[in-house]
T-cell receptor, first 112, second 109 residues
Framework: NAGVTQTPKFQVLKTGQSMTLQCAQD?????MYWYRQDPGMGLRLIYY???????DKGEVPNGYNVSRLNKREFSLRLESAAPSQTSVYFC???????????FGDGTRLSIL | AQRVTQPEKLLSVFKGAPVELKCNYS??????LFWYVQYSRQRLQLLLR??SRESIKGFTADLNKGETSFHLKKPFAQEEDSAMYYC???????????FGQGTELSVKP
């Protein structure tokens, strides 16, 4: 049982390039989330999808877009990457929105 | 505004010593709080939630609304408890979690 799978695990981009981070879950969860983790700041919510067909902004949505492609998949897109977006990105899912969240392994993204 | 504060970046104890990882929150509504743990080279995973009132791996946490705290405690630390611990607040029914900055627990032999 893979749980939450994120691809890629590592990526280096140049400023201005675009990139889509992929996330898929096999637990039939309704809700999915994207976080970024920066040193000394814990995890901060970027966007979330409470259910298939809905997406909402989190704490730090600027510079990102998301797509809830279907119940399983929730992608995060950086249209024009900036060095400030260098971070570790985590995807998570939960059965419904107020239940504990299950996390992926993370994507380490560096923007030069 | 909603906030979760973990005042200690690093907590170092010896095996067998008691452990308390501090968590304070700021929230005007009825809080729902969690502790997540990330062991080395593993995923972030749920350790416990306050509404369950469980003891997981010997850890407990009690919600103190008067002090707005949700400290994580264990009477006798083990080396395998060494990890990064995050306190998190669920602040609306949309599933939004606010995380604290995290505390790295190091248990020395």
């Amino acid at each position: 049982n893979a749980g939450v799978t994120q691809t890629p695990k590592f990526q280096v981009l140049k400023t201005g390039q675009s990139m889509t981070l992929q996330c898929a879950q096999d637990m039939n969860h309704n809700s999915m989330y994207w976080y970024r983790q920066d040193p000394g700041m814990g995890l901060r919510l970027i966007y979330y999808s409470a259910s298939e067909g809905t997406t909402d902004k989190g704490e730090v949505p600027n510079g990102y877009n998301v797509s809830r492609l279907n119940k399983r998949e929730f992608s995060l897109r950086l249209e024009s990457a900036a060095p400030s977006q260098t971070s570790v990105y985590f995807c998570a899912s939960s059965e419904v929105s107020n239940q504990p969240q299950h996390f992926g392994d993370g994507t380490r993204l560096s923007i030069l | 505004a909603q906030r979760v504060t973990q005042p200690e970046k690093l907590l170092s104890v010896f095996k067998g010593a008691p452990v308390e990882l501090k968590c304070n929150y700021s929230y005007s509504g009825s809080p729902e709080l969690f502790w997540y743990v990330q062991y080395s080279r593993q995923r972030l995973q749920l350790l416990l939630r306050h509404i369950s009132r469980e003891s997981i791996k010997g850890f407990t946490a009690d919600l103190n609304k008067g002090e707005t705290s949700f400290h994580l405690k264990k009477p006798f630390a083990q080396e395998e408890d060494s990890a990064m611990y995050y306190c998190a607040l669920l602040y609306n029914q949309g599933g939004k979690l606010i995380f604290g900055q995290g505390t790295e627990l190091s248990v020395k032999p």
